[in-house]
């Protein structure tokens, strides 16, 4: 059997407050094979933004690990899993994050600029196109919409052809059309590159693109 793509074991985060604790994820243990595309359900509130963070080593866990291609992500200092990230992972926040004083494209060349023998502008303009965004490349986000900056989000995530895509609600903000469209990109990477893929989403459709649902209520895997 292959080793699995990202495993984790065991999760637990805790958010302290002054007179309570929040127990956002009790013990949360899962395997995504590489090329696996899974979708990521549950109630608001139950977790999955906090998962996703983890996993793609943004946030730390209160105990737990996370492995990826066989990797503990937690055991590396800071630099190392930066540079660790950038090459491996792919993220897309719930709140996209774009840089404000840099254009929809520049925003989307950004990972690239790391790999010489690579046409950053021209992949960007690329693959913004495909996400319907052609007459949108020189705008900056406060000059898009909601929807808008979230393709251009995507388009961020997807562009270095990461071997793990984590994408936090990536259709929250999409109409019907565009969230078929952004699926469909996404389900091609999948195939081609064999791109492993959360996906925490609210919706039935874009779960029906993915191979299995992981559900989470209450900090706790389902089933
Ligand atoms: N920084 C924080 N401090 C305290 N509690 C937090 C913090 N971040 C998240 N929580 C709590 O942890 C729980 C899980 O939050 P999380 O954002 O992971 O949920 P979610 O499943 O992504 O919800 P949604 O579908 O609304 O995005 C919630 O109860 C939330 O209030
Ligand atoms: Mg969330």
Do not use: W
């Not at 793609?56 to 800071?78: A, E, L, W």
């Not at 690239?112 to 949108?136: C, F, H």
């Not at 019907?176 to 893929?197: D, F, P």
């Amino acid at each position: 059997m292959n080793e699995p793509l990202l495993k984790a074991e065991n999760i637990v985060k805790e958010y302290k407050a002054e007179t309570h604790t929040v127990y956002a994820l009790k013990g949360v243990s899962l395997s995504i094979m590489e090329g696996e595309m899974v979708a990521l359900m549950g109630p608001s509130g139950s977790g999955k933004s906090t998962l996703l963070h983890i996993l793609g080593g943004i946030d730390i866990p209160t105990s737990g690990k996370v492995f990826i291609q066989g990797k503990d992500i937690f055991s590396m200092d800071d630099k190392t899993l930066a540079r660790f990230r950038n090459k491996n992972i792919g993220f897309v926040f719930q709140f996209h994050y774009l840089l404000p004083e840099f254009t929809a494209v520049e925003n989307v060349m950004i990972p690239l600029q790391i790999y010489s023998n690579r046409e950053p502008r021209k992949e960007a303009e690329e693959i913004l196109t495909k996400l319907g965004l052609k007459d949108r490349l020189d705008h900056k986000p406060s000059q898009l919409s909601g929807g808008e900056q979230q393709r251009v989000a995507i388009a961020r995530a997807i562009i270095g052809k990461p071997k793990l895509l984590l994408a936090d609600e990536p259709t929250g903000n999409l109409d019907g059309e565009n969230t078929k469209r952004v699926m469909e990109i996404l389900k091609q990477l999948n195939k081609e590159n064999k791109m492993g893929m959360v996906i925490a989403t609210h919706d039935r459709e874009v779960a029906e693109y993915c191979d299995r649902i992981i559900f989470l209520k209450d900090g706790i895997i389902q089933g």
